[in-house]
């Protein structure tokens, strides 16, 4: 129950803000190309910095650290409003990133810790669609506050942020502080024989960004969807996410995890593709929804890490694949941005690029993953 709160809590602040980011960017802050770079690239950081938790778990329980996390998240996204500026932007983006990138690296960690591994892609299915219902919320806030209510951008932040830092402390309040099961590591662990989920990692965040940044941006600067658009697309993506996300985590438990995040890499191979060559706003905004559609295929990459994985490693290797999937997230967003301003497609075809890559290392995951077969390039044996 605890899991699922505090799911529900993220979107309400974190959707709206992105819901709104593009429209915000272009309309109050003269944001072109190169400026949207800029700042998702320091999104990133908090994210590419995520190591660092192991190293706050020092001093704090993770139970405890998630719920500051989720307030600091609360707090950013209230407060984005207020500044409608370059600099303005950069500062309330960084604040609101800190928490999510934090709260999303513990939240794996203790879902990973408290699920057993049969109804880990069930139970990930359901935080998925908790998450997306309340993304729902989110939309329907944004779409109604600026179709019907004439809201200004500042109090649907103001709004929205201050639902999620509620949810914070409704967490805090009413929950006991749940024993670890198994004594996490407090230190950065590395081991070769998970090369396999960092690869995936990697490349899972680069491809990522190009939706998050991009795939938007093209729906507002090239077909001049508005924020009442936008925040339908977004309630369609959610709509369909609340009834195919427990669909999917029963998926990959019946398929396995290669042939679930193949079947995703090719599909999404093929969206970033049509991406490049769109010419039409209805056929960008189909492409837009099934492409979201195909991430929640990701929690293979979650599953696969927890049968192959060490207990007492899942903190620390959480942590430390947050940083990998973001050391991409940082680069790619500004440099990406510059190139938008020359070619567009090319940005999509990279991420095409990328997909192919995936689908190439998800083939290397064996049906069966376990400590000691963690590749289909070696044999089941001891753990190094």
């Excluded at 309400?12 to 272009?26: C, D, H, K, M, R």
């Excluded at 938790?53 to 207020?82: H, K």
């Amino acid at each position: 129950m605890l899991l699922l709160l505090m799911a529900a809590g993220v979107p309400l602040s974190f959707a709206t803000w992105q819901a709104l980011l593009n429209n915000f960017a272009i309309e109050s802050a003269a944001f072109t190309g190169a400026e949207i770079g800029v700042l998702q690239s320091l999104r990133e950081v908090p994210g590419f910095l995520a190591f660092a938790v192991v190293f706050v778990l020092l001093i704090m329980r993770e139970q405890t650290l998630a719920l500051i996390s989720l307030s600091l998240l609360g707090i950013g996204v209230a407060l984005t409003g207020f500044f409608p500026t370059v600099i303005g932007l950069y500062c309330t983006t960084v604040l609101m990133s800190v928490g999510f990138h934090y709260y999303e690296t513990i939240q794996s960690s203790l879902a990973l810790q408290w699920i057993d591994k049969e109804r880990a892609p069930q139970t990930f299915g359901r935080l998925i669609a908790v998450g997306s219902f309340t993304g729902l919320v989110a939309y329907g806030m944004v779409w109604l506050a600026f179709e019907f209510l004439d809201l200004e951008y500042r109090t649907t932040y103001l709004v929205a942020g201050g639902l999620t830092t509620a949810i914070a402390l409704v967490a805090w309040l009413a929950f006991p502080r749940y024993p670890e099961k198994v004594l996490q590591h407090r230190k950065i662990i590395l081991r070769r024989r998970y090369w396999l989920y960092y690869g995936l990692t990697f490349l899972s965040g680069a491809r990522r960004q190009i939706f998050m940044v991009f795939a938007g941006f093209l729906l507002v600067e090239r077909f001049g969807f508005g924020v009442d658009e936008i925040a339908l697309l977004f309630l369609a993506n959610g709509v369909i996410s609340v009834f195919l996300a427990p669909k999917i985590g029963r998926l990959i438990h019946r398929w396995g995890e290669r042939r679930a995040l193949v079947f995703e890499y090719v599909g999404l191979c093929t969206v970033f593709t049509a991406y490049a060559f769109v010419s039409s706003a209805e056929v960008a905004a189909v492409l837009y929804v099934i492409d979201h559609m195909f991430f929640a295929l990701a929690i293979a990459i979650k599953t696969y890490f927890q049968k192959i994985a060490d207990p007492a490693d899942i903190a620390s290797t959480a942590a430390v694949g947050f940083t990998i999937n973001h050391i991409a997230a940082v680069i790619i967003p500004v440099s990406f941005g510059l190139l938008w301003l020359v070619s567009p497609a090319a940005v999509f075809l990279a991420g095409a690029a990328m997909s192919c890559a995936s689908a190439a290392l998800a083939m290397l995951v064996p049906l069966k993953p376990a400590p000691g077969s963690e590749t289909v390039l070696v044999p089941a044996v001891e753990p190094v």
